[in-house]
């Protein structure tokens, strides 16, 4: 005679007679156990079972049982409200859930009172882990308290070399950015960079040492003239393109450190009558969804590879999360369109 449910729903007893299976093997497949090996045909059954009767684990239980919650914390401090970082969020939860595992995610706006808050919050409900994010790749000061759980930094670094982080590796970004445009058969490639080296700024300092090797493996070297140093906005790109365009001899290429940048470059070459690419081929970096795909021609540019990172970043507290101080480095994928292609050649 079938076992009697409780009012409370379903048990793992139901969901195992339901599957043919154990108990044991139920709870192994439900909690992703180390170690444990069923076939695919056994762990659908179990799937199926668990749809089927709509059975919900005991997420109090667990957490008194293991220690920790079915939860990783994600802390930004503005990657949520961020008009194309929201895709870090997207990966994160995604690999999470994979795993059976909710993200609880704060944005903090950057206001450590509220930032001290949330995390305090987010280590009471026992949080497998934590990750903490940046907007943008810069270096970080990390809150002390990271070091009682498993934590990554994401889209940045930790200032002080504890904590693993994920970053995107804007020095290979802007090597294949400029090799691209050298590719092309452009010979004389400006870049317009979005801060000055001074300020330190990982995506502005490994994008121009990218753009000087490949200049420099080109054999071309990096002429002091075709480089410009903006502040990463519309405006910038402007003023800074219109210099170089006419200069006595303008470059035929522009590498854009950022395409709001490019956007700028773009809106200079339509003030001097110059056709984009026939004229003037340019490359942007960051591949904003709501810009780079929109200009006229669509602008060829790196894309930050921010899904990625995010659920690089959750793999990583499923491993433990070792604070190693290590700095993983992910490929910023080319995306082309149609702002790049051969020089035009003089008459």
């Given at each position: 005679m079938a076992r009697p449910r409780s009012h409370s729903g379903p048990t793992m007893h139901d969901v195992a007679a339901e599957a043919g299976v154990s108990q044991a093997t139920v709870s192994l497949v439900l909690n992703s156990a180390s170690g444990s090996r069923f076939s695919d045909d056994t762990r659908k059954r179990v799937q199926d079972a668990v749809q089927k009767l709509g059975y919900r684990t005991n997420a109090h239980a667990k957490t008194l049982r293991d220690g920790v919650s079915g939860i990783i914390g994600f802390l930004g401090d503005a990657v949520a409200t961020a008009p194309f970082a929201g895709k870090i969020i997207e990966g994160a939860q995604e690999r999470a859930w994979e795993d059976g595992l909710l993200l609880l995610t704060m944005n903090?706006?950057?206001?450590?009172?509220?930032?001290?808050?949330?995390?305090d919050s987010m280590l009471s409900y026992k949080v497998a882990g934590v990750v903490y994010a940046g907007m943008y790749h810069r270096?970080?000061?990390?809150?002390?308290?990271?070091?009682?759980?498993?934590?990554v930094v994401l889209n940045s670094q930790d200032r002080r070399g504890r904590l693993?982080?994920?970053?995107p590796d804007e020095e290979l970004g802007g090597l294949t950015a400029t090799r691209h445009l050298l590719d092309a058969g452009h010979t004389r490639v400006a870049m317009i960079n979005i801060e000055t080296l001074e300020s330190?700024?990982?995506a502005a300092?490994?994008?121009?040492?990218?753009?000087?090797?490949?200049?420099?493996?080109?054999?071309h070297g990096v002429q002091p003239e075709l480089v410009r140093f903006g502040r990463g906005n519309e405006e910038d790109g402007f003023t800074h393109a219109i210099e170089l365009l006419t200069a006595a001899e303008p470059p035929t290429a522009i590498f854009c450190a950022n395409d709001r940048t490019a956007w700028g470059a773009y809106q200079a070459a339509q003030e001097l009558h110059l056709s984009i690419p026939r004229d003037l081929s340019i490359i942007g970096f960051d591949n904003q969804e709501t810009l780079a795909p929109h200009l006229r021609p669509g602008l060829t540019t790196l894309?930050?590879?921010?899904?990625?990172?995010?659920?690089?970043?959750?793999?990583?507290?499923?491993?433990?999360?070792?604070?190693d101080g290590q700095v993983e480095f992910i490929t910023c994928p080319l995306i082309e369109r149609n702002s790049v292609t051969h020089p035009k050649e003089k008459p």
């Open positions: 903090t706006g950057g206001n450590k009172a509220l930032e001290a808050a949330s995390l270096r970080l000061d990390v809150p002390e308290a990271l070091m009682d759980v498993p934590s693993h982080s994920v970053a330190e700024l990982p300092v490994g994008r121009f040492r990218g753009y000087t090797q490949a200049m420099n493996e080109a054999g894309e930050l590879p921010f899904v990625e990172m995010g659920r690089r970043a959750v793999d990583l507290i499923l491993q433990g999360a070792e604070p």
